[in-house]
């Protein structure tokens, strides 16, 4: 059984940094992309950030490029989201996600049907 676990959410002002973790299991992790998707009250689910299985493409949501960056360390199957100069909108559950498809060498967003449970991020003024 596949299980994706995010940590690292809290409380921040705006213009801070936050990282995100996600720790997988049960999945071949080294051979899948991961994403993070995020969710805001009364929104829909938008695309975040994803990075392929080889780490080599890195793509990004047109809300979030230029201040969020993504990671993998495949030594401790996790992925990370580095998140700097927050600002209110940025305010979301965030969820870490995997594509099933081993080696894909292209992003597909909607290819990431593994979720994890999310993690409350709440930026404050």
């Known amino acids: 059984q596949a299980q994706l676990a995010e940590s690292g959410g809290g409380v921040v002002q705006v213009g801070g940094s936050l990282r995100l973790s996600c720790a997988a299991a049960?999945?071949?992790?080294?051979?899948?992309?991961m994403a993070w998707f995020r969710q805001a009250p009364g929104k829909e689910r938008e695309f975040v950030a994803a990075?392929?299985?080889?780490?080599?493409?890195?793509e990004y949501g047109d809300s979030v490029a230029g201040r969020f960056t993504i990671t993998r360390y495949n030594p401790k199957n996790a992925v990370y989201l580095q998140m700097n100069n927050l600002t209110l909108e940025d305010t979301a559950v965030y969820y870490c996600?995997?594509?099933?498809?081993?080696?894909?060498?292209?992003?597909?967003?909607?290819?990431?049907?593994?979720w994890g449970q999310g993690t409350q991020v709440t930026v404050s003024s």
């Open positions: 049960g999945l071949n992790f080294n051979s899948v992309g």
């Open positions: 996600a995997a594509d099933p498809t081993s080696f894909r060498p292209f992003i597909r967003r909607s290819a990431f049907n593994l």
């Open positions: 990075l392929t299985w080889n780490g080599v493409t890195a």
